[in-house]
Nanobody
Framework: QVHVVESGGGLAQAGGSLRLSCAAS????????AAWYRQAPGKQRELVAR???????TYGDSVKGRFTISRNNAQDTVYLQMNSLAREDTAVYYC?????????WGQGTQVTVSS
């Protein structure tokens, strides 16, 4: 059974940093495409960052230059380093991992940024 679990969320002050982790178990991670999405109250889920098997990285426009996605294939983990946080970054952050013909999602981790 596949499990994707996010961690590292919490409360941060504007201008601060947080590091999210996404661990995948039950699959051979093997550098599969993984992505972070977020959803704020009343808004649609949006792409934050994506890293493909080949290492190609895509960032959402609102986080470019502030967030960094990376992965450790040996530990089946994907990270999201979030710097210069703003109130607008407040959302539930979800990790998605591609495997086989589908995607597996975690339950999300709440990030709240206070001014």
């Amino acid at each position: 059974q596949v499990h994707v679990v996010e961690s590292g969320g919490g409360l941060a002050q504007a201008g601060g940093s947080l590091r999210l982790s996404c661990a995948a178990s039950g699959i051979i991670f093997n550098g599969n495409t993984a992505a972070w999405y977020r959803q704020a109250p009343g808004k649609q889920r949006e792409l934050v960052a994506r890293i493909t098997r080949s290492g190609s990285i895509t960032y959402g426009d609102s986080v470019k230059g502030r967030f960094t996605i990376s992965r450790n294939n040996a530990q089946d983990t994907v990270y999201l380093q979030m710097n210069s946080l703003a109130r607008e970054d407040t959302a539930v952050y979800y990790c998605s991992v591609a495997y086989g013909s589908g995607f597996y999602w975690g339950q999300g981790t709440q990030v709240t940024v206070s001014s």
